[in-house]
């Protein structure tokens, strides 16, 4: 079983991360290389493909910032937890749940995301 506040906490980091040098790093060291993302407004493939899907939605709501709203749980290779998406004044403006599976090295595979 892997850590799921930590996996909940490293996911979090990559959307927050505001230069794209840097979240490409945390891309590279705790997403597989054949990552999937998947949400009912974007998807993604690969570290370049869910880079450029990141940096699309942060130059949409500049500023924001991801927030665990729940504590994250796991069972097995999957990691389930709900988040929030805080505007510069902390204000919310959207809510989501998101479950992570996890390669064989506990990197992230895939996300599938759910709008609340």
């Known amino acids: 079983m892997h850590d799921p506040d930590f996996i909940a906490e490293a996911y979090l980091a990559t959307w927050n991360e505001p230069d794209p040098d840097d979240r490409m790093a945390v891309l590279q060291?705790?997403?597989a290389e054949d990552s999937h993302y998947a949400d009912p407004m974007m998807?993604?493939?690969g570290h370049e493909g869910i880079a450029a899907m990141i940096a699309g939605a942060r130059e949409q709501f500049p500023g924001h910032t991801f927030c665990l709203t729940?504590?994250?749980d796991g069972h097995?290779?999957?990691v389930r937890f709900s988040w929030t998406l805080l505007s510069p004044q902390e204000t919310p403006v959207a809510r989501g749940t998101d479950f992570v599976r996890?390669?064989?090295h506990g990197r992230i595979?895939?996300?599938t995301g759910f709008l609340d």
């Open 29 to 31: 060291a705790r997403w």
């Open 109 to 111: 595979a895939s996300v």
């Open 76 to 78: 097995g290779d999957v």
């Open 70 to 72: 729940t504590a994250p």
């Open 43 to 45: 998807k993604g493939c």
């Open 102 to 104: 996890l390669d064989e």
